[in-house]
T-cell receptor, first 112, second 111 residues
């Protein structure tokens, strides 16, 4: 079945360490997105990529980095510069705007 | 800049009754898409219904329908014959080149 796979489901890291969240899709979608979800704040866009080897900052890109070397993959690195990284992270992909986005099941990152 | 506002943090409804969730948005674009997503406790995002801005007719999907008022930039979701499984967070979203979400409305359904 086609879909988006995010791994791991739960991730724990010590403060000051970089961590990379995985997002893989086999839907042949061109565009991929990373969102952060905090309680009471909905989903906020971190980065997005509409084509391989190109990506744009979203509303809250500071402290995050991404790469898009393959169509299927869009990993997100949470760097030590991100001041409050504990959150739920959702990856999504889309083929065209009308169809909306397909979401992964998310990664819960806890930094201690 | 695109913004989406959901002014109702929480709503409740009796099973089998009807409830309406509100959403307003702001955009300078003339052609765009609007969506309602459901997020149950599993946190999986599920597309409920979608609307193209150039279509005057309101979208309907079974028990879910929208009231789209383009001039007022309003996009409310009506859930008819509410069921216990409808309890979830509901997010309104607006899309031009990227999908922007509101802060969500938590819907409780009472038997």
């Amino acid at each position: 079945d086609g879909g988006i796979t995010q791994s791991p489901k739960y991730l724990f890291r010590k403060e000051g360490q970089n961590v990379t969240l995985s997002c893989e899709q086999n839907l042949n979608h061109d565009a991929m997105y990373w969102y952060r979800q905090d309680p009471g704040q909905g989903l906020r866009l971190i980065y997005y990529s509409q084509i391989v080897n190109d990506f744009q900052k979203g509303d809250i890109a500071e402290g995050y980095s991404v790469s898009r070397e393959k169509k299927e993959s869009f990993p997100l690195t949470v760097t030590s510069a991100q001041k409050n990284p504990t959150a739920f992270y959702l990856c999504a992909s889309s083929i065209e705007g009308w169809y909306g986005y397909t979401f992964g099941s998310g990664t819960r990152l806890t930094v201690v | 800049a695109q913004t989406v506002t959901q002014s109702q943090p929480e709503m409740s409804v009796q099973e089998a009754e009807t409830v309406t969730l509100s959403c307003t948005y702001d955009t300078s674009e003339s052609d765009y898409y609007l969506f309602w997503y459901k997020q149950p406790p599993s946190r999986q995002m599920i597309l409920v219904i979608r609307q193209e801005a150039y279509k005057q007719q309101n979208a309907t999907e079974n028990r879910f329908s929208v009231n789209f008022q383009k001039a007022a930039k309003s996009f409310s979701l009506k859930i008819s014959d509410s069921q216990l499984g409808d309890a979830a967070m509901y997010f309104c979203a607006h899309n031009t080149d990227k999908l922007i979400f509101g802060t969500g409305t938590r819907l409780q359904v009472f038997p």
